[in-house]
Structures are given as structure tokens and as C-alpha cells.
């Protein structure tokens, strides 16, 4: 199979613009889950989408949200970007029925300046 | 508020040696429990899960839970300079939302 695909891998932006990621899991996977990991926190749990709804959510702000399509794939969306926003954002798939394992994608790097 | 706690490090280790890596949790109700691998740059990839008290052995990794003292930690044998990488410790809770909480991971090197 397939792993979990991310793209774009790498973003520029500057304070102030938005940026939407996207995120395709491993075939046959129903859960999507998104991370922030920067090196002062390391990593932060976003939010999670289970057939497209959100599921669980973490500690982030309204300008961090998300969705997913019927074919499982997501997207997660920054608006009003800050500088505190550059971090690795992490995809990562499951099959989504509880407690398994899950499988990270190779991760977008945003960078704001 | 779930916590879960590893060292830092960085861990330094003769090639050769054992490396052990280990990890607390919080939550007395954890059922799930997952080693990642992260090199310098790229995303955690799946190193191990066990969810049962003792050990659990893949190759060169060994996997030890003790859920009376809230502990999971992964030995590796034979230490590569390969291995020189970030392990993040993840934990699951039982009746919840079923996200795991991860470590801040040890960072581990293996000199030649």
C-alpha cells in the first residue's frame, strides 16, 4: 500500500496570508489526525477527522481548522499566519476504530517570515 | 492532563551497545503504547507498539511495559550509528478519545 502522502512539502509565507495543507492517509484509512511539531514544544495534537467529521480537537486556536473529504482525504488550514505558525505539520493515518497504530506522512515545513 | 514524560538526552552509546530508552506516563488508564523513530529533519516513523505487561522483542528491539509502575521503555541491542535519531514515546488512553499523547522523545547518539 500506498504510504500517507502530504504536500505541498515545503511553504514560504509571510504574517498575515493563509495557507491551506493537504493530506491523503493509507488506503482504506478513515482517520486523519494533524500535529504541529516545532522544537520548543514538541509535538502538539490539532485535530483529528474520522469520515469527515472532526472527531477530537486540541488546544489551538480558531485560526487552525480542518476537514475531510468522503475519500478520506484532508486538509488542515492557517489563517491569519504568525511567525509562532512555522513548525513541521504532521499528517498521520489510522484506520480509525480505536487506540491503533498510526502512520505519519513526510510532513509540510511552513516557514513565516 | 495527560502526561508523558522522557529524558531528553542526548543519550550517547558506544556502537555495539545497548541503548535503553525509557518513557512514564500519567495516566494509570493507558492501554496503548507506541516507540517512534524520527531522524533530524523527517517525520516519526513506527518503531514498535505493545499493549501488555512484559517484553516485546522485533529484531534488534525490545519493548518492556510495566503498567503497575507506569513505565514502557525500548532497548535496542547492538547499536548502530544508524540509530542515532530522536525516539518519541506515544501513550493511549483507554476510554477516550483514543489520540495519543506523545513524549518530547530522547535523543539518542551512537558514536563509532
Known amino acids: 500500500k500506498a504510504g500517507v502522502t502530504q504536500t505541498p512539502r515545503y511553504l514560504i509565507k509571510t504574517r498575515g496570508q493563509q495557507v491551506t495543507l493537504s493530506c491523503s492517509p493509507i488506503?482504506?484509512?478513515?482517520?486523519v489526525s494533524w500535529y504541529q511539531q516545532t522544537p520548543g514544544q514538541g509535538l502538539q495534537f490539532l485535530f483529528e477527522?474520522?469520515?469527515?467529521?472532526?472527531?477530537n480537537k486540541g488546544n489551538f486556536p480558531g485560526r487552525f481548522s480542518g476537514r475531510q473529504f468522503s475519500n478520506s482525504r484532508s486538509e488542515m488550514n492557517v489563517s491569519t499566519l504568525e511567525l509562532g505558525d512555522s513548525a513541521l505539520y504532521l499528517c498521520?493515518?489510522?484506520?480509525?476504530?480505536?487506540?491503533?497504530?498510526?502512520?505519519f506522512g513526510p510532513g509540510t515545513r511552513l516557514l513565516v517570515l | 492532563q495527560k502526561e508523558v514524560e522522557q529524558n531528553s538526552g542526548p543519550l550517547s552509546v558506544p556502537e555495539g551497545a545497548i541503548a535503553s530508552l525509557n518513557c512514564t506516563y500519567s495516566?494509570?488508564?493507558?492501554?496503548?503504547f507506541f516507540w517512534y523513530r524520527q531522524y533530524s529533519g523527517k517525520s516519526p516513523e513506527l518503531i514498535m507498539f505493545?499493549?501488555?505487561?512484559g517484553d516485546k522483542e522485533d529484531g534488534r528491539f525490545t519493548a518492556q511495559l510495566n503498567k503497575a509502575s507506569q513505565y514502557v521503555s525500548l532497548l535496542i541491542r547492538d547499536s548502530q550509528p544508524s540509530d542515532s535519531a530522536t525516539y518519541l514515546c506515544?501513550?493511549?488512553?483507554?476510554?477516550?478519545?483514543?489520540?495519543?499523547?506523545f513524549g518530547r522523545g530522547t535523543s539518542l547518539i551512537v558514536h563509532p
Open positions: 498521520a493515518s489510522s484506520e480509525g476504530t480505536g487506540g491503533e497504530t498510526q502512520y
Open positions: 488506503s482504506g484509512h478513515r482517520s
Open positions: 477527522y474520522f469520515s469527515e467529521t472532526q472527531r
Open positions: 495516566d494509570r488508564g493507558s492501554q496503548s
Open positions: 505493545i499493549y501488555s505487561n
Open positions: 506515544a501513550v493511549v488512553s483507554s476510554g477516550g478519545s483514543y489520540i495519543p499523547t
